[in-house]
């Protein structure tokens, strides 16, 4: 017998010898056993499941066990339970933790002996002592390590879909709480295990009614049926465990907070895809600054909890295939970007409490099918399952328990190699690469160069300042992530697999910012100060006079300012400089904005507000140098088959305080868009013309999503009363003759080859680029209209961040509609022919004169392009006039994620002169 089975069995004796004080719950265990569909997905460490006489069972608390087929509960229930855990339990601390965009309370759920509850505080303590190792000498760090527990954090529901582990965690609560069983025991007394039962209640709450509403009973699970609501988050749908760098949702927020305060020694998040277990590793490549050890820990800990649940008899566990290990602005990443360890579970699942037979006889991960025995798999399932919810809360429970069992019991090992970690940062800063990265304060948008310093201090980074500088000292204990965010990244082009997600992420070509790296310290560290409190640019303003003028470098806040200076001031005169212009001895760039009409105290509110810097001047502005501004109405359009990237740019422009109107499928058909908007954007949506036109299948109708008492979570952030059926070919012709009329049609990414397709687009045909391979990477474009309002700010080069999008292009004698191209060299076609022309007399040509042409700069800045040649020369921005308007086509999504701050003003240059394209 294996050590892995005998260790197994020995431990069950040891934890059915515990259990003899205990009661067992033979009713909850006879249902376990009912809901289960076959015993090799039956774990016998399950079955017992105690009958307290005073802490009550989900099955006494709501009347059913966990994983009841057709029950899942609202946030209000499993709170409620919570709470009842804690009133009923000591070992059980219930706290709240924030509150969602939809003012949903987050909670987290901590659970240990009483001697862990008794000393929270002091554990806490202790954990900030080891997460810097300047508190901590290595002298020292053994002392604390003793009087130290590893916290071990649990997370679910951050999808709304995955619908097993919230549910599952009530469970399994249950049991830490009040069971006696060796392995449990020993998780209570060596590990303090903190859940976040809920990650994302909106979400939650609006799929809970959506199974109830819509899915519930459904006799097929793949019948093209939406199982998912349209919304999760008020913005964010799957991109909420996408927002790991930017923390701009209150989901993220909510993580951060909790990782800060315990410091958890391993934080796993629990998902829900792939058959059956897939217990996180990653095919690699791993990021370059994710230290060694917690590498090591992945495979160490996914192999001992495939171990595990493989010696229960169950099979389909495994680890390495699936996911790769590189983008660290994952939700859980907060751990491993930080010297933690983060790893997560994808269970199957069902999206729903229902069981469906189901087959993935043909699925393949990395290549191989999900039913073969590999190294990585020793135990697969049959290719077809008769899969319940019962199953899925089985195996991510067995999952969660062996590796809270597996902290237990190397407790001190995990805590020593935290502090290690942070250790290993400290000397790689004092050793290693960069001593220091320097932003110097005035920049082009110096609002933004106070941005990238918050941003770093979100993250835990340190940075400090001086009167002219922030300076990220690089001597500290996250160090690593630090030179991961403010350094290119150079993905292996050979990689075997793809990867999982976007491959760079470096900040201040995100941003716009200019960020230098000291490979020694040049500057007196005596006048640095630590930084406390959010930096925040406030403007300048010199010069006299009653006209105010903003030079203009494509600043962030600028069309934000704009639309403040209306609502305070209907009277102002806003106007733009359409060329390059001398006023009072300096010369100011096109795009430059005139202020007229405003007083003194809008002036300087401006500058403070908005972090932007004004001259006033009395010199006259002739008027055949300016052109009025006339802030538009804009509408952003949303399908009710993908939300994910409107959400994001409705974020977007609620940040940047721009007023819009959502719109959907049946304004479009309703038609006369003119008379209500001067502006449509079309975020990137998925599909083809085809989705776009037609929606969600109508043989599903009416699908409604409306706001009822039965369903109260529907109805948000839009409504609808049947969610099926597109514009259909009526609302895309009212949307050609939106831009006939005079309006501007804004698309981002695939939506551009949408409107191509569809032919508002006329002009730009699909690329075939052989071998082009381009996930999302800082690629460098080039201008080729420097004097269009779209590029008014920015210089003739400059970064974008591009995924795998459409590749679109004119024909050549239509190359005057791009804007901006890819990379710096011309297309072939472009390039001017200089041999013999027949029929031409033959003209002597002068002798060749050798030129020192400068080579091209790269056309990847950060990340990797396979093939770019591909690509380069080719359009990434186009203007196409259509009747009295135009159709401004982005072949990227220039708001991607609400992280890309340095691509978004040629969306803001697009509003403020939405009627000057031409």
């Known amino acids: 017998?294996?050590?892995?089975?005998?260790?197994?069995?020995?431990?069950?004796?040891?934890?059915?010898?515990?259990?003899?004080?205990?009661?067992?719950?033979?009713?909850?265990v006879r249902k376990i056993k009912e809901f289960t569909t076959d015993d090799k997905f039956l774990p016998a460490s399950l079955l017992d499941i105690v009958d307290h006489p005073t802490v009550p069972s989900p099955l006494k608390h709501f009347g059913h066990i966990i994983g009841t087929e057709g029950i899942v509960h609202r946030t209000s229930e499993i709170y409620g339970y919570y709470q009842k855990l804690a009133e009923s339990s000591p070992l059980v601390h219930m706290q709240e933790?924030?509150?969602?965009?939809?003012?949903?309370?987050?909670?987290?759920?901590?659970?240990?002996?009483?001697?862990?509850?008794?000393?929270?505080?002091?554990?806490?303590?202790?954990?900030?002592?080891?997460?810097?190792?300047?508190?901590?000498?290595?002298?020292?760090?053994?002392?604390?390590?003793?009087?130290?527990?590893?916290?071990?954090?649990?997370?679910?529901?951050?999808?709304?879909?995955?619908?097993?582990?919230?549910?599952?965690?009530?469970?399994?609560?249950?049991?830490?709480?009040?069971?006696?069983?060796?392995d449990i025991k020993a998780i209570r007394e060596n590990v303090i295990t903190v859940i976040n039962p809920v990650s994302e209640p909106d979400g939650w709450d609006k799929q809970v009614d959506w199974y109830f509403r819509h899915t519930k009973g459904r006799e097929k699970f793949d019948d093209g049926f939406p199982r998912s609501a349209p919304y999760w988050g008020k913005y964010v749908f799957h991109d909420n465990n996408r927002d790991g760098l930017q923390v701009s949702q209150e989901i993220t927020k909510s993580i951060f907070k909790g990782f800060f305060e315990f410091h958890p020694t391993v934080m796993l998040d629990l998902h829900e895809s792939v058959p059956l277990l897939y217990i996180s590793?990653?095919?690699?490549?791993?990021?370059?600054?994710?230290?060694?050890?917690?590498?090591?820990?992945?495979?160490?800990?996914?192999?001992?909890?495939?171990?595990?649940?493989?010696?229960?008899?169950?099979?389909?566990?495994?680890?390495?295939?699936?996911?790769?290990g590189w983008w660290p602005g994952y939700g859980i990443w907060v751990a491993n970007n930080h010297n933690s360890n983060g790893r997560f579970y994808e269970t199957y699942g069902n999206a729903g409490a229902?069981?469906?037979?189901?087959?993935?006889?043909?699925?393949?991960?990395?290549?191989?099918?999900?039913?073969?025995?590999?190294?990585?798999?020793?135990?697969?399932?049959?290719?077809?399952?008769?899969?319940?919810?019962?199953?899925?809360?089985?195996?991510?429970?067995?999952g969660v328990i062996a590796s809270l069992y597996y902290a237990a019991m190397n407790k001190e090992l995990l805590l020593r190699n935290f502090y290690k970690k942070g250790y290993n940062s400290l000397e790689k800063g004092r050793n290693e690469g960069p001593k220091a990265f320097t932003i110097a304060k005035e920049q082009r948008d110096p609002a933004m160069v106070a941005y990238l310093a918050n941003q770093l201090r979100i993250q835990g980074i340190e940075v400090h300042e001086d009167e002219e500088t922030f300076v990220v000292l690089s001597e500290q204990p996250y160090r690593n992530l630090a030179v991961s965010l403010l350094t290119p990244q150079a993905y292996p082009k050979d990689a075997k697999y793809p990867p999982y997600d976007a491959i760079a992420w470096t900040l201040p070509y995100l941003y716009g910012v200019e960020v230098e790296a000291k490979d020694s310290i040049d500057f007196e560290l005596a006048s640095l100060k630590l930084l406390e409190q959010d930096a925040v640019y406030e403007g300048k303003m010199i010069g006299e006079g009653s006209t105010y003028v903003l030079p203009y470098h494509a600043q962030n806040t600028v069309l934000s300012a704009l639309y403040w200076v209306k609502g305070q001031n209907r009277n102002a005169e806003i106007s733009v400089l359409n060329g390059a212009t001398v006023i009072s001895e300096d010369t100011l760039p096109a795009g430059s904005i005139v202020f007229r009409r405003i007083n003194t105290n809008q002036a300087k509110q401006l500058t403070s507000d908005f972090g932007l810097d004004l001259q006033a001047t009395s010199a006259g502005i002739t008027s055949d140098k300016l052109k009025p501004v006339n802030l538009p109405k804009v509408?952003?359009?949303?399908?009710?088959?993908?939300?994910?990237?409107?959400?994001?740019?409705?974020?977007?422009?609620?940040?940047?305080?721009?007023?819009?109107?959502?719109?959907?499928?049946?304004?479009l058909k309703a038609g006369n868009l003119k008379s209500?908007?001067?502006?449509?954007?079309?975020?990137?949506?998925?599909?083809?013309?085809?989705?776009?036109?037609?929606?969600?299948?109508?043989?599903?109708?009416?699908?409604?999503?409306?706001?009822?008492?039965?369903?109260?979570?529907?109805?948000?952030?839009?409504?609808?009363?049947d969610m099926t059926g597109g514009p259909g070919f009526a609302g895309i012709e009212n949307l050609r003759k939106f831009v006939e009329e005079g309006g501007l049609l804004i698309s981002f990414d695939n939506t551009s080859a949408i409107l191509a397709e569809l032919g508002i687009a006329s002009e730009l045909s699909p690329v075939s680029a052989?071998?082009?391979?381009?996930?999302?990477?800082?690629?460098?474009?080039?201008?080729r209209k420097s004097d269009h309002p779209v590029l008014y700010g920015y210089p003739e080069s400059f970064p974008i961040f591009r995924g795998n999008g459409p590749l679109l292009q004119t024909n050549k004698y239509n190359r005057d509609l791009m804007l901006v191209q890819y990379g710096h060299q011309p297309l072939k076609d472009e390039v001017p022919y200089e041999g013999d022309i027949l029929g031409l007399p033959e003209e002597k040509k002068p002798e060749k004169v050798e030129k020192s042409e400068e080579k091209a700069p790269p056309y990847v800045?950060?990340?990797?392009?396979?093939?770019?040649?591909?690509?380069?020369?080719?359009?990434?921005?186009?203007?196409?006039?259509?009747?009295?308007?135009?159709?401004?086509?982005?072949?990227?999504?220039p708001l991607h994620r609400y992280l890309n701050h340095h691509d978004a003003p040629m969306v803001w240059n697009a509003l403020i002169n939405w009627d000057k394209m031409r």
Request: no cysteine.
């Open 676 to 721: 209500k908007f001067d502006v449509i954007i079309l975020p990137r949506v998925r599909g083809n013309a085809k989705n776009f036109v037609n929606g969600v299948d109508k043989k599903f109708g009416p699908m409604p999503y409306t706001r009822t008492t039965e369903f109260p979570s529907h109805g948000f952030p839009a409504a609808t009363t």
């Open 281 to 324: 590793t990653g095919t690699g490549p791993y990021n370059d600054f994710v230290d060694p050890i917690t590498q090591s820990e992945w495979q160490v800990m996914g192999n001992h909890d495939v171990a595990e649940v493989s010696a229960q008899g169950m099979p389909g566990a495994f680890t390495w295939a699936f996911y790769d």
């Open 635 to 667: 509408a952003i359009y949303h399908t009710w088959y993908n939300t994910q990237d409107e959400g994001w740019s409705r974020y977007t422009l609620e940040q940047r305080e721009i007023p819009y109107t959502s719109i959907d499928k049946d304004i």
């Open 97 to 182: 933790m924030g509150l969602t965009e939809e003012e949903r309370k987050f909670y987290l759920i901590v659970i240990g002996n009483q001697e862990s509850m008794d000393r929270l505080d002091h554990y806490k303590g202790q954990l900030a002592k080891l997460a810097d190792a300047r508190k901590t000498s290595p002298e020292q760090v053994e002392a604390v390590i003793l009087d130290s527990k590893p916290v071990y954090y649990v997370s679910a529901g951050m999808h709304a879909t995955e619908m097993g582990a919230p549910e599952m965690l009530m469970e399994l609560a249950y049991r830490l709480a009040t069971s006696e069983a060796g």
């Open 770 to 783: 052989s071998g082009l391979f381009h996930p999302g990477s800082i690629v460098r474009a080039k201008v």
């Open 1 to 28: 017998m294996n050590k892995t089975l005998s260790f197994f069995w020995i431990f069950l004796v040891i934890a059915i010898t515990d259990l003899k004080a205990q009661q067992i719950d033979q009713d909850y």
């Open 861 to 893: 800045v950060a990340g990797m392009v396979r093939n770019e040649q591909e690509i380069i020369g080719h359009g990434s921005v186009f203007n196409l006039p259509l009747g009295r308007g135009n159709v401004l086509a982005f072949t990227f999504d």
């Open 354 to 398: 229902d069981t469906y037979l189901r087959d993935y006889s043909t699925a393949r991960f990395a290549g191989d099918l999900a039913s073969s025995k590999e190294w990585y798999r020793p135990y697969p399932a049959t290719p077809l399952v008769y899969w319940s919810f019962r199953n899925n809360i089985n195996y991510t429970q067995v």
